[in-house]
């Protein structure tokens, strides 16, 4: 059970629209339509932002979306905002009840 | 608002085990609807999904934890728990407890965490 494989990184200015990928194998991502993403603020825990691929919980922007394409599944921030600069990670299911993170992708609001 | 919160030595020595508790505080911990998930985050890494257990105490671990973890729950003190035997400076981490929403596979609410060093 490997790791999910994100960017470490990526940027963008206020207002413009970002995508952030999460890449895994047929065992994981590409086998379950159960991908969630999370934002972590410095010191904070985790936050839910989306699950099973593109649903978003009540409360959480729809600035907010995700989707899928065979074993890579993708979020996507519009109208970037100062307070979107976090850590996103993603998560997916990778069979027999077990769960594998992504290594997690640094956000830099510009 | 359902709160969880972990709790449990912030020190841990060298091969010895880390045990630590995460109290629940709603009624929700009683439902069969949810699972109840440790995930760990070592100082400036990434997120480790360690195991998650159900209220009648159903468990899936981490293929490469799964030797040294047992989770267990405590139904009568809404509580589950973590043990991690033979621990290294590896084992260092913030340490989250979560619950998993309705289809198992996301955290809705998370613990604050407790971060947990292994150093003698």
């Known amino acids: 059970q490997s790791a999910l494989t994100q960017p470490a990184s990526v940027s963008g200015s206020p207002g413009q629209s970002i995508t952030i990928s999460c890449t895994g194998t047929?065992?994981?991502?590409?086998?379950?339509?159960?991908v969630s993403w999370y934002q972590q603020h410095s010191g904070k825990a985790p936050k839910v932002l989306i699950y099973?691929?593109?649903k978003r919980p009540s409360g959480v922007s729809n600035r907010f979306s995700g989707s899928k394409s065979g074993n890579t599944a993708s979020l996507t921030i519009s109208g970037l905002q100062a307070e979107d600069e976090a850590d996103y990670y993603c998560?997916?299911?990778?069979?027999?009840?077990?769960?594998?993170f992504g290594g997690g992708t640094k956000l830099t609001v510009l | 608002q359902l709160q969880l919160q972990e709790s449990g030595p912030g020190l841990v020595k060298p091969s010895e085990t880390l045990a630590l508790t995460c109290t629940v505080s709603?009624?929700?911990?009683?439902?069969?609807?949810?699972?109840w998930g440790w995930i760990r985050q070592p100082p400036g890494r990434g997120l480790e999904w360690i195991g998650s257990?159900?209220?009648?105490?159903?468990?899936y671990y981490n293929p490469s934890l799964k030797s040294r973890v047992a989770i267990s729950v405590d139904t009568s003190n809404n509580q589950f728990s973590l043990k991690l035997r033979s621990v290294t400076a590896a084992d260092t981490a913030v340490y989250y407890c979560?619950?998993?929403?309705?289809?198992?596979?996301?955290?809705?609410?998370w613990g604050q965490g407790t971060l947990v060093t292994v150093s003698s």
């Open positions: 979560a619950r998993q929403g309705e289809s198992y596979h996301y955290f809705d609410y």
């Open positions: 709603d009624g929700s911990f009683s439902s069969s609807s949810f699972y």
């Open positions: 257990i159900s209220y009648s105490g159903s468990t």
């Open positions: 047929s065992s994981d991502v590409g086998s379950y339509d159960v």
């Open positions: 099973e691929v593109s």
């Open positions: 998560c997916s299911h990778a069979g027999s009840g077990t769960l594998v």
